[in-house]
């Protein structure tokens, strides 16, 4: 199991950017593949990007891609997510999740994570 803890999250207008981390613990991070996940409010939590372990397969839901940029740095044991061109669609407590197994060889899907952060909250006002 890998431990969670998400920071960066905050108020900002349309059009601005923020830059979501999340840290974790263990020695074996570079081992999993790390998501990005958002729950808006009163809705259910939806997926957002995904980083493979090696860090060579990367995915984004549509509505993201061009804005948003999920990286990892495995020295740091950190998951990043810059998120650019802010809209006010994007209001949503964050979450990254890991990967429950390590070294995954296929494609990744939303019920593979088994290890949550407990959220930030990212608000863009219009």
């Known amino acids: 199991q890998v431990q969670l803890v998400e920071s960066g999250g905050g108020l900002v207008q349309a059009g601005g950017s923020l830059r979501l981390s999340c840290a974790a613990s263990?020695?074996?991070?570079?081992?999993?593949?790390m998501g990005w996940f958002r729950q808006p409010p009163g809705k259910e939590r939806e997926f957002v990007a995904t980083?493979?372990?090696?860090?060579?397969?990367?995915s984004y839901v549509d509505s993201v891609k061009g804005r948003f940029t999920i990286s990892r740095d495995n020295a740091k044991n950190t998951l990043y997510l810059q998120m650019n061109s802010l809209k006010p669609e994007d209001t949503a407590v964050y979450y990254c999740a890991a990967d429950r197994i390590m070294r995954r060889t296929g494609v990744i899907n939303a019920r593979d994570f088994g290890s949550w952060g407990q959220g930030t909250q990212v608000t863009v006002s219009s």
């Open positions: 980083i493979s372990w090696s860090g060579g397969r990367i």
């Open positions: 263990g020695r074996t991070f570079s081992s999993y593949s």
